[in-house]
């Protein structure tokens, strides 16, 4: 016999309204023998798979429930648009970007829903001042400069937009969870029922996050958990844009999408594959420079890392670098040290990258300890040279993923050479002698380790 759960609801068949206990006729609708048992879920509580089990075979994926958000770009990081029913937490450094790029999206977002952008932190005519300057006005877009969850709450309920922008979760506050703004604990309960709102009406929210120069959104962290999606919006070089996802449970979390700020707001970067180079007068590569080609989701960028050694003062050594983890650049200068003799124990370094561009991809080693070592021994790289590999502490080249499409980027950049580690099995299958690579490929110089990578480009 089955037992009875314990969180049970009843839900009224005609019009959804629940009670705690059965009731002969529905207190809403007034219809009778209307109340069915349902199990308590958050949210919408029709949903099969939700409140009973189903084969998994027997459940749509709900790629359809996509739209895409007018900007390819973001939609290609949120995974191929952005999914009904789901929340996205934005963060980023205050004038950034952030109430720019989601006003624009408001304007362009593919949907015949209503659009709500609700902002805590300007008013109505400023939003409207910013939306005339950036064409992005649009019927059923409405805009609510409000801070109090219960009426955030109520427009939600009036309006049922598709997408619901709120801007900034530090600004929302709810009288039940303490009457400052921005705490932790209201930025979790805010962001808990605003997601259940979303889930339970098939509507997206993106909430926007401030977050510090550290890049840590100190009380919006809490709330990641609770949400589908985090992106952060960075700063490149200069009028750069770097939007990437944290988490994304709706698609990887590896593509990034490229913007420049400009007079009319936000303009998408379509070809960025050479946009972190440095142009320079053919022939020439200054000391310290060295190019790879990084694979960012479902793209290749070929990008310019910059690396200076200087002499340390007093024995205290220090790595200065902002783009690429600075624990990784003293374990690259480790390993030159121990394979190469050159010291770096008593330098410090500097390290950079063209463009701003934040590098996280293990295929960047070789390029960043040629980098070095160019800097630190005073000899330029060969021009038109590419590098690829990951290194091992051993001093081993290790294999990185999609080698022949880094070396089809490389060429098309006018990079005749790509130097990297061999072809690992299953890049072709066939791994049998040197690498014939395709005309328009640039020619790719197989490396097993460090030291044969460096007599192949500065011939020591
Ligand atoms: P904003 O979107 O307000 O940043 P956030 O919401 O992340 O704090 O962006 C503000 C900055 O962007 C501000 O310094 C001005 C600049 N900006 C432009 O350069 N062009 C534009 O068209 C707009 C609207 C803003
Ligand atoms: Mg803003």
């Known amino acids: 016999m089955a037992t009875k759960m314990k969180s049970m609801i009843y839900r009224c068949a005609n019009c959804g309204h629940t009670e705690s206990k059965w009731l002969g006729r529905c207190p809403e609708c007034g219809q009778w023998n209307t109340l069915r048992e349902a199990a308590q879920t958050q949210g919408r509580t029709d949903r099969a798979g939700e409140t009973f ?3 998994i075979k027997s459940i749509d994926p709900g790629e359809g429930a996509r739209f895409s958000t007018g900007f390819p770009e973001v939609d290609r990081v949120l995974g191929g648009g952005l999914m009904r029913g789901s929340v996205t937490l934005i963060g980023g450094e205050p004038g950034i970007g952030k109430s720019t790029l989601l006003l624009q999206l408001c304007a362009r977002a593919e949907t015949k829903g209503r659009l709500l952008y609700v902002s805590g932190e300007e008013s109505p005519a400023q939003i409207r001042m910013r939306a005339d300057r950036l064409g ?11 801070s109090d969850l219960g009426l955030v709450r ?4 009036a309006l049922k937009p598709s997408i619901a922008v709120v801007d900034s979760v530090q600004t929302l506050r709810a009288d039940e969870a303490g009457s400052v703004p921005g705490t932790a604990n209201q930025i979790k309960y805010c962001a808990q029922e605003l997601s259940a709102w979303a889930k339970a009406h098939d509507s997206a929210l993106i909430l926007v996050a401030h977050a510090t120069k550290e890049g840590v959104i100190a009380g919006p962290k809490a709330a990641e958990h609770l949400v589908d999606a985090v992106l952060s919006f960075e700063q490149g070089e200069g009028d750069m844009r770097v939007l990437r996802a944290s988490k994304n449970r709706f698609g990887s979390a ?7 700020m400009g007079e009319a707001g ?3 970067v379509t070809d960025p594959s050479g ?10 590569m200054p000391v310290g420079a060295a190019v790879a080609p990084v694979h960012e989701g479902s793209r290749v960028l070929l990008v310019e890392i910059q690396a200076l050694t200087v002499s340390a003062k007093a024995g205290l050594t220090r790595v200065y670098s902002e783009r690429v983890e600075a624990g990784r650049v003293s374990r ?6 121990k394979h190469t003799g050159l010291r770096f124990s008593d330098q410090d370094i500097y390290v950079n990258v063209a463009g701003g561009m934040r590098l996280t991809e293990p295929g960047i080693d070789l390029a960043l300890a040629c980098a070095l070592f160019s800097a630190r021994s005073d000899t330029a790289l060969p021009a038109n040279s590419a590098l690829a590999g990951e290194l091992s502490l051993a001093g081993e080249l290790r294999p990185v993923r999609q080698m022949r499409r880094r070396a089809k980027a490389a060429a098309t950049l006018g990079f005749t050479r790509l130097l990297g580690p061999p072809e690992s099995k299953g890049e072709s299958g066939n791994t049998k002698g040197r690498v014939a690579a395709p005309p328009e490929t640039a020619g790719w110089i197989q490396a097993s380790d460090i030291q044969s990578a460096l007599k192949a480009l500065f011939g020591k």
Do not use: K, N, S, Y
């Not at 992005?136 to 409000?146: Q, S």
């Not at 109520?154 to 309920?157: F, G, I």
């Not at 690259?332 to 040290?337: G, Q, V």
């Open 136 to 146: 992005a006005l649009r019927d059923t877009l409405e805009v609510f400069c409000a």
């Open 154 to 157: 109520a427009t939600l309920d």
């Open 254 to 260: 590896e593509e990034v999408g490229l913007f420049r």
């Open 332 to 337: 690259i200068a480790a390993i030159l040290e």
């Open 266 to 268: 936000l303009e998408e």
């Open 53 to 55: 089990p189903l084969p």
């Open 275 to 284: 946009l972190f180079l440095v142009r320079r007068e053919a022939g020439q």
